[in-house]
C-alpha cells in the first residue's frame, strides 16, 4: 500500500486532523470512520480538537489480512507523530515535556464500547517524571501512569482488569479512602509498582519504549474489530459490509489535572425524550474512561456551570454550532485541561424511538432539516420501539404501584420492563432463549456483557450514569435501563439482591419491574398495556406516507379486529385476508371437518364467512381488501389419529364409526401436502367451496351498501398457487360468474376485481400470459398480481420455510448467503422472477395492479428493492404496517437522492 503522499484516501491511508493540517473535503465514513469524519469537520468549523491522526480502515483491513502494518506503515507513522509534536511543542517520549497519545477505535457505524481504547500512551519510568516536572504536578502525572498500566496490560496483553482492581482497591482500604481521587501521590506510586508486579505474576513485561506502546496499541484496537463482542454487536444491530474499523491517534489532553480540570459526556438533546435541553454529566479530576465505563457516578452536566464556568459556556458554544453544522442531534465528548475546554469527539447521538421521532418533528420545526432529511435520520428499530408496552397511567397512579417501588436510579433508557432478576450475561442468553423475560442486574456493564444487555428486557446498575455504557447501549436499543442505583446491593455468590431501608431479599429468579422513564424499581409484576400511533409517531409517518411515488402499505388480516388494528396503525387496505383462519375457530371447525370428509355443511360455513366479510368490510369501509381464497391442504383441519375417539366421530357425522372415520383421513393422507392438493387445486376438485366463498365475499359487500348507501366495499378475490394457464382461467371465470350473478340478483353494482398470487415459479415465467386472459365477453380475467413471497422462495431455491432454521444460520455464518431469504428477498433469484413477471404483465396490461403480501413486505431491505421494483404496494401484519410505511418513505427518498426520478410505471418497464 503506498504511504506516499496523495490526493485520496486510498494513496494516503494516515490522515492528520487538528493542529495544522488542513479540514479535508468529502471524506468516506467508511474509510476514515464516523470519529474521524467528526475530528475533521470539527476543525472545520473552529471547534478546538486535540491534533493527531487517523489510520484508516484500509489499514485495519491489512492488519486482518496479515497480522501487522508494512515497516512503510510504521515510518510513515512516525512522520505523522512528529507533525504532532511541531503543532503541540511537545516531544513524545521526551522527559522533559513529553507527549502523550489517545488510541481509540472508530468504525464507520458506532459501536459504544465495544472496541478497544488507550490512554495515556507514551508514559514510562522516565516520561512520567517529566510529566510531573512540566505540569508541577506529581499526584496528576503518577495517576495517569496507573491507568496507563491499567488500561495497556487488559487491553494489550489480556491481562484480567480484576488484576488491577484487586490492587487499586488494596491502597485504598490502606489510605482509608473510598474514592480514587482521594489517594496521595504517595499512594499512587506504590499503586504503579504493584501494578508492575501484576505483569510479572502473569509472566509479561511493560514496554518503556514509547513507539513499542503506539504500535502494540494500533493493533489491539485493529485486533478488536474482530473481538467477539465487536462481532455480537454488529450481528444484533445487523452491521456489514464494512472492512474494519479506523484507529484514531490524538494529543492526550487531561481531564486529571486537578480541581480546574475534568471530562464529560453529552447530548445536544435528551437522547430520552427528544427535549431540546442538553444532557449530560461530567467529572472532576477525571479521565473520559470513567464517565462511559461506569467507574465513579458523574454530575449533571449543568451543575459545570458552577466550577468551571468559562469552559461550560464555550461548551454550550460548540455544541450549538455543531447541531446546526450537522443538522442533528449530537453526541460529544470532551475534556477540559486547567479551564482550556477541548472536543475530543462528536457523532450523531444514539436515541430512543421516542426521541427520534419528537427530535425530527423538532428539527424540522427549527429550520435545521427539511421533512425527508428528518426521515433518514430515524431507524427502523424507533418504529419497533414505539410500540413496546409501557406502563399505563392509571398503574402508575396506583397504591399497589407506589408501595412496592423499592429504589430508585438513574433513568438510563426510558420505557417499561418486567422480567426475572438474572446476575449475569450467560444465564440472560439460557433465559432468553427458554422464552422467559429478564432484568439483567449487574455492579456496572461491560462491552463484555453486549449478548446479555441484548438478551434481556431491562438493565439494573449500581453504578454508572446516564452517560454510561449500559446507558448508551440501552437507549440504542430501545431498552428500559435503570443506572447509578446506589440502594442496590448484589451478591453475587448468594445471588442475591437487596435494596437499602427495604428489608426484602430478593433471589435470582424473583420478578422486578423496572421504570426506565423515572428509575423506579419496583419489587412486583406490574402490568403493561399497548401504546397507540398517535402524537409525532402519526405526524412523521404520514410524511412517510407523503413522499412522492414511495409504496402503498396495506396490512395482512383475517378478521374484523385485526383489521380495525391495521387501520389504526395507518394500513391503507388490505392486501391479504386468509380465509383459512376463519375456519380454525372452535365452533366452526367440526363443521369445516364435516364438509372435507361427509360434503356437508357448507351452508352454514358460507354464513360463517358472509358474516367475517362484513365485520371486515365495514371497517375498511371503500379501501381495498384482497381476499385469498382457500389455500391450505385440507389435512391440516383434520384431526390427528390419536384425537378420533368416539365423541370426535360423533361431532363430525360419523356416528360411533371411529374406524370408518380413521380410514377416511387416512384415504386422504399425502406424502408432500405442501404440493399436493391445495390452494387453485381444491377450487378446481370441489368447485363448491370457491363458488361458496365468492358467494359469501358478495354477499356480505351487498349487505353493507343495502344497509347504508355510503358503504363502498372494495373485495379483490385472489387465486392462489396457480401454475399453469388452464388453472387460474377456470378459476376466475367461476369466480366472475358467481360474483356477477349476485351483483345481478342483489341489483346492486359492487366493484371488485379477481387477480392471482404469483407463488408457482411457472407462473411467474407465463406472467404475460395471465395477464392477458380475457373472459367471453372481453373482460379481463386479471386485474392483479400479488406476490405470494413465502411459498415464490420456497419453490424457487427447494427450501422448506419450516425447517430452514436447521441450516439457514449457519449458512449466514459462513457466507453461503448473506441473509434468511425467508426474511429478505433473494433479489437475484425470487426477485429475478417479480422483475420478469411484473414487467411482463405490465407490457399487456398497464392498468394490472402489482404488490407483494408475503413476509418480504415488511422487511426494510425488500421494501426497498419493491420500491426499485415498481410495484404498487406491500402488505405485512398489521403491527409491521408503521415500519413498512418509514421503510417505503426513506426507500423513495434514498431513490431520488441516487438520481433516479422514474414513476413506478417506468420502473416497472425497464426490465
Known amino acids: ?82 507533525q504532532v509534536e511541531k503543532d503541540t511543542g511537545k516531544k513524545y517520549g521526551d522527559g522533559e515535556n513529553p507527549l502523550l497519545f489517545s488510541c481509540r477505535s472508530g468504525a464507520a457505524v458506532s459501536m459504544p464500547g465495544m472496541m478497544d481504547t488507550v490512554l495515556n500512551i507514551g508514559l514510562n519510568s522516565k516520561t512520567v517524571e ?21 488500561m495497556y496490560g487488559d487491553v494489550v496483553l489480556g491481562i484480567e482488569h480484576d488484576k488491577f482492581e484487586e490492587k487499586l482497591e488494596a491502597i485504598k482500604d490502606e489510605e482509608g479512602v473510598f474514592d480514587d481521587v482521594e489517594l496521595n501521590i504517595d499512594a499512587l506510586k506504590r499503586l504503579t509498582e504493584e501494578y508492575k508486579k ?28 474482530m473481538a467477539n463482542r465487536a462481532i455480537k454487536y454488529r450481528e444484533i444491530n445487523g452491521i456489514k459490509n464494512l472492512i474494519g474499523t479506523a484507529c ?108 427520534a421521532f419528537n427530535i425530527a418533528i423538532d428539527l424540522v420545526k427549527e ?56 446476575l449475569s450475561t450467560p444465564e440472560a442468553e439460557r433465559m432468553k432463549e427458554n422464552g422467559e423475560s429478564v432484568i439483567l442486574v449487574r455492579e456496572n456493564t461491560s462491552p463484555e456483557d453486549v449478548g446479555g444487555m441484548w438478551a434481556s428486557s431491562g438493565i439494573l446498575t449500581q453504578r454508572g450514569g446516564m452517560t454510561s455504557h449500559a446507558a448508551v447501549v440501552a437507549r440504542g436499543w430501545g431498552k428500559p435501563c435503570i443506572c447509578g442505583c446506589g440502594d442496590l446491593t448484589i451478591d ?81 387496505g388490505i392486501g391479504l385476508c386468509r380465509t383459512e383462519h376463519m375456519f380454525f375457530e372452535k365452533e366452526r371447525l367440526p363443521i369445516v371437518r364435516k364438509w372435507i370428509l361427509k360434503d356437508e355443511g ?107 348507501s355510503e358503504n363502498k366495499p372494495y373485495p379483490r378475490i385472489m387465486v392462489p398457487l396457480a401454475g399453469t394457464i388452464q388453472e387460474y382461467e377456470r378459476q376466475a371465470k367461476t369466480i366472475r360468474r358467481i360474483a356477477e350473478k349476485v351483483k345481478k340478483d342483489r341489483g346492486l353494482d359492487i366493484r371488485y376485481e379477481i387477480g392471482t398470487m404469483m407463488e408457482v415459479p411457472r407462473l411467474t415465467l407465463i406472467a404475460d400470459q395471465v395477464a392477458a386472459l380475457k373472459d367471453d365477453d372481453g373482460a379481463p380475467l386479471c386485474n392483479f398480481f400479488s406476490y405470494g413471497t413465502n411459498d415464490l422462495t420456497q419453490m424457487t431455491l427447494g427450501i422448506s420455510r419450516d425447517d430452514a432454521g436447521a441450516f439457514i444460520p449457519e449458512y449466514i455464518e459462513k457466507g453461503i448467503c448473506e441473509k434468511d431469504p425467508f426474511v429478505t428477498i433473494d433479489s437475484e433469484g425470487v426477485g429475478f422472477l417479480v422483475r420478469k413477471s411484473a414487467a411482463a404483465g405490465r407490457a399487456v396490461s ?36 408503521p415500519v413498512a410505511r418509514l421503510a417505503a418513505g426513506q426507500a423513495a427518498i434514498e431513490r431520488m437522492k441516487s438520481g433516479d426520478t422514474s414513476t413506478a410505471a417506468d420502473r416497472v418497464k425497464k426490465f
Not at 452536566?301 to 446546526?324: C, D, G, H, Q, W
Not at 427539511?370 to 402508575?396: C, G, S, W, Y
Not at 409517531?537 to 396490512?555: N, Y
Not at 383441519?637 to 360423533?650: G, I, N, Y
Request: net charge negative; charged share 25%; hydrophobic share 35%.
Open 248 to 355: 484514531n491517534i490524538q494529543t492526550m489532553v487531561f481531564g486529571n489535572m486537578g480541581e480546574s480540570s475534568g471530562t464529560g459526556v453529552a447530548f445536544s438533546r435528551d437522547p430520552g425524550t427528544g427535549e431540546n435541553k442538553l444532557f449530560g454529566e461530567y467529572l472532576i479530576n477525571a479521565q473520559g474512561e470513567d464517565v462511559v465505563a461506569g467507574i465513579r457516578t458523574p454530575e449533571p452536566i449543568s451543575r459545570m456551570k458552577a466550577v468551571l464556568p468559562t469552559a461550560y459556556e464555550k461548551f454550550l458554544e460548540n455544541v450549538e454550532k455543531l447541531e446546526n453544522h450537522f443538522g442533528d442531534m449530537q453526541d460529544v465528548e470532551f475534556t477540559v485541561e486547567n479551564e482550556k475546554l477541548w472536543m475530543l469527539q462528536c457523532r450523531s447521538g444514539k436515541r430512543t424511538g421516542k426521541a
Open 198 to 225: 501484576v505483569y510479572t505474576e502473569n509472566g509479561v513485561e511493560f514496554p518503556e519504549d514509547p513507539y513499542v506502546q503506539l504500535q502494540s496499541c494500533v493493533r489491539a484496537v485493529f485486533g478488536s474489530w
Open 130 to 150: 517529566g510529566l510531573a516536572k512540566a505540569t508541577e504536578n506529581p499526584r496528576f502525572a503518577y495517576d495517569s501512569f496507573r491507568r496507563l498500566l491499567d
Open 492 to 572: 453475587e455468590e448468594a445471588q442475591t439482591v437487596k435494596f437499602a431501608g427495604n428489608d426484602r431479599v430478593f433471589k435470582a429468579g424473583d420478578t422486578i419491574s423496572l421504570n426506565g422513564s423515572t428509575g423506579e424499581i419496583i419489587g412486583a409484576e406490574v402490568s403493561t398495556s399497548e401504546p397507540v400511533l398517535e402524537g409525532n409517531l402519526g405526524i412523521v409517518l404520514g410524511w412517510a406516507d407523503d413522499i412522492a411515488d414511495s409504496l402503498t402499505v396495506m396490512a395482512n388480516a383475517d378478521s374484523g379486529p385485526d383489521a380495525k388494528k391495521a387501520v389504526e396503525l395507518g394500513a391503507k
Open 1 to 82: 500500500m503506498n504511504t506516499e503522499t496523495g490526493t485520496g484516501i486510498e494513496s494516503n491511508p494516515i490522515v492528520p486532523f487538528g493542529g495544522s493540517a488542513p479540514p479535508q473535503d468529502e471524506l468516506d465514513k467508511t474509510i476514515v470512520g464516523g470519529k474521524g469524519v467528526g475530528l475533521q469537520e470539527m476543525s472545520r468549523i473552529g471547534v478546538d480538537v486535540p491534533p493527531g491522526f487517523t489510520l484508516t480502515t484500509l489499514l485495519c483491513q491489512q492488519f486482518q489480512e496479515t497480522g501487522d502494518l508494512t515497516p512503510e506503515l510504521w515510518e510513515a507513522v512516525k512522520k505523522s507523530v512528529e
Open 602 to 708: 357448507l351452508t352454514e360455513l358460507q354464513e360463517f364467512q358472509r358474516k367475517d366479510f362484513q365485520e371486515i368490510f365495514k371497517v375498511m369501509n371503500d379501501k381495498p381488501v384482497t381476499i385469498r381464497l382457500l389455500d391450505p391442504p385440507l389435512h391440516e383441519f383434520l384431526p390427528r389419529m390419536e384425537q378420533c375417539t368416539k365423541d370426535m366421530a360423533e361431532q363430525i357425522g360419523f356416528a360411533s364409526d371411529v374406524e370408518g372415520l380413521k380410514s377416511k383421513i387416512e384415504g386422504m393422507h399425502e406424502e408432500n401436502p405442501m404440493l399436493g392438493l391445495r390452494g387453485v387445486r381444491l377450487g378446481l376438485t370441489r368447485p363448491e367451496l370457491s363458488e361458496m366463498q365468492v358467494q359469501a365475499i358478495m354477499d356480505a359487500a351487498c349487505d353493507l351498501v343495502e344497509e347504508n
Open 846 to 881: 398497464e392498468d394490472l395492479s402489482l404488490s407483494v403480501c408475503g413476509e418480504h413486505g415488511g422487511d426494510p431491505t425488500s421494501i426497498e428493492f419493491f420500491d426499485a421494483v415498481g410495484v404498487n404496494y406491500v402488505s405485512c401484519s398489521p403491527f409491521r404496517v
Open 367 to 422: 429550520g435545521l432539516a427539511t421533512r425527508e432529511e428528518a426521515l433518514m435520520k430515524i431507524e427502523i428499530d424507533h418504529v419497533d420501539q414505539m410500540l413496546h408496552p409501557e406502563f399505563p397511567a392509571n398503574v402508575l397512579g396506583s397504591d399497589e404501584y407506589k408501595k412496592n417501588v423499592l429504589a430508585s436510579g438513574l433513568p438510563g433508557g426510558p420505557g417499561a420492563a418486567v422480567g426475572k432478576i438474572v
